[in-house]
């Protein structure tokens, strides 16, 4: 093995999900170089299914960054979903409530764009390569060291780091301190059993839906495959299922809706999680996205908040390195903590209304079809719904 190769940059960012990509791209429009590094190849990073659902700030910010996004010619706006409830469908209407919408694309085709925009505009990315430590973040020059796919170690040292590095964050202990309590937690009793099949759409859009079976979301990913979930135990194993099983479910789950059937090529389980991190940054070192904080998936807010917080730091990285201010850094922990905690509790609020807990009662499940009930029939339920799923406008810590 040969020795380890010094690079020096003025932000080392770890992480190429779409938090650290789009830090990257916005760093590099106010002339602040970085260095990215993931521990995934390319072809992982770009094939992973995650998210679907992108707010439409979100939309307008990535359709900017270079000329690889097709999130206008691929993706699907949707001006509204469906709750199903009671043997009842009501629409929520986002425009006609807020005037926005907002987007289904797939995030793996976001991540296509972005690396291809970031490669074309001379990013350093390196993938394959896995931070395994970071030092000196209470000094004005700290290190991230790590390994590349090939064994070779590697350090690069910066004038800040950022950690881009999803939800099992290498950064985070640094932040918060060695406790991996170092964040309020919840876990729920509950899960989602998700499929991807080849099939038409059975609806234009997303349909949740709290039946007497159960919750099921139909969801959408392009004319031919589609993306569905279903209320389960945490511990049940996908494989046990078999198809005609799964879609018996997911139709006993949607009576108001003939779902098209089709062969099904993944199957995974979701389990349920909310975290916010209880420091975002220390010294000179930061938390962005699934590191800083985790929504379960019931409010499409994952991704969405993880471009509002770069938004912000970036800012913040702004005023230190051009300016030689900290005063945005110290603001990026209570503006980004607004935000965080108003998606947290959208988040809640639509798993808390949509599933039951294996415990619940008559009377709870009675009180939640009244909560459904006073959310549709009235306009300012339906607007708090639409304004948040669509997402609020971005804050600025300037
Ligand atoms: C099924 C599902 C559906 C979802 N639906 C939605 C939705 O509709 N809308 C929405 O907004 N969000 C949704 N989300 C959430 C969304 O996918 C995440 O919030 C988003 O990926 C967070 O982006 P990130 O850049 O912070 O982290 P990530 O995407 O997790 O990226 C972190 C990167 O860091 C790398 N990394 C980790 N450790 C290291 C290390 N030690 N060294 C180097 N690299 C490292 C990882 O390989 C990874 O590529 C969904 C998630 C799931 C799973």
Redesign the pocket.
């Known amino acids: 093995m040969s020795a380890d190769t010094i690079t020096r940059t003025r932000v080392a960012i ?7 990509l789009v830090l990257s791209h916005l760093l590099q429009e106010a002339g602040i170089e970085s260095i990215v ?4 190849s390319r072809e992982d ?1 770009e094939g992973t ?6 707010e439409q700030g979100a939309v307008d910010l990535l359709s900017s960054i270079g000329t690889t996004s097709r999130v206008h010619t691929l993706g699907d706006r949707h001006d509204g979903i469906v709750l199903g409830f009671a043997g009842e469908e009501h629409r929520i209407d986002f425009p006609g409530l807020t005037g926005r919408s907002v987007w289904l694309y797939p ?1 793996h085709e976001v991540l296509i764009d972005l690396i291809a925009a970031r490669l074309a505009a001379g990013q350093d990315l390196r993938f394959g ?4 430590s970071i030092d000196g973040v209470d000094t004005s020059s700290p290190r991230i060291s ?1 390994t590349h796919a090939d064994g070779e170690p590697f350090t690069i040292e910066a004038e800040f780091v950022v950690g ?7 950064v985070r202990p640094v932040v918060t301190g060695p406790s991996r309590q170092g964040g309020y937690f919840r876990e729920y009793p509950f899960a989602w059993f ?1 499929i991807l099949c080849e099939a038409p759409k059975s609806s234009e859009e997303l349909i949740y839906s709290n039946s007497s079976s159960g919750f099921a979301l139909i969801s959408q990913r392009s004319e031919n495959v589609q993306r569905m979930y279903f209320q389960c135990d945490p511990e049940v194993d996908p494989n046990a299922m078999s198809e005609a099983e799964i879609w018996d479910t997911l139709q006993a789950r949607v009576p108001g809706t003939e779902l098209k059937e089709g062969p099904i090529f993944q199957r995974d389980v ?1 389990r349920f999680r909310s975290f916010v991190s209880h420091e975002l940054r220390n010294g000179r070192a930061a938390l ?4 800083a904080h985790t929504v379960p ?1 019931t409010g ?7 471009i509002a917080d770069v938004i912000l730091l970036n800012e913040a990285l702004q005023e230190l390195l051009l300016q030689g201010s900290e005063r945005g850094l110290d603001r990026y922990a209570e503006t980004a903590s607004q935000r965080i905690w108003k998606a947290q509790h959208f988040s809640w609020w639509m798993t808390s209304m949509l599933h039951l807990t294996p415990e619940a009662s008559d009377f709870d499940r009675m009180r939640q079809l009244g909560e459904l009930r006073t959310v549709v029939e009235s306009e300012a339920g339906r607007t708090y719904l639409a304004e948040a799923y669509t997402g609020w406008p971005f804050a600025t810590t300037l």
């Open positions: 770890v992480g190429a999900g779409p938090a650290g590094v993931d521990s995934r990073i299914i995650k998210a679907g659902i992108l995030q390569a896995t931070v395994t790590g881009a590095d999803g939800s099992h964050s290498v998700g979701l962005v996205g699934d590191a998936p499409a807010k994952g991704m969405n908040l993880a």
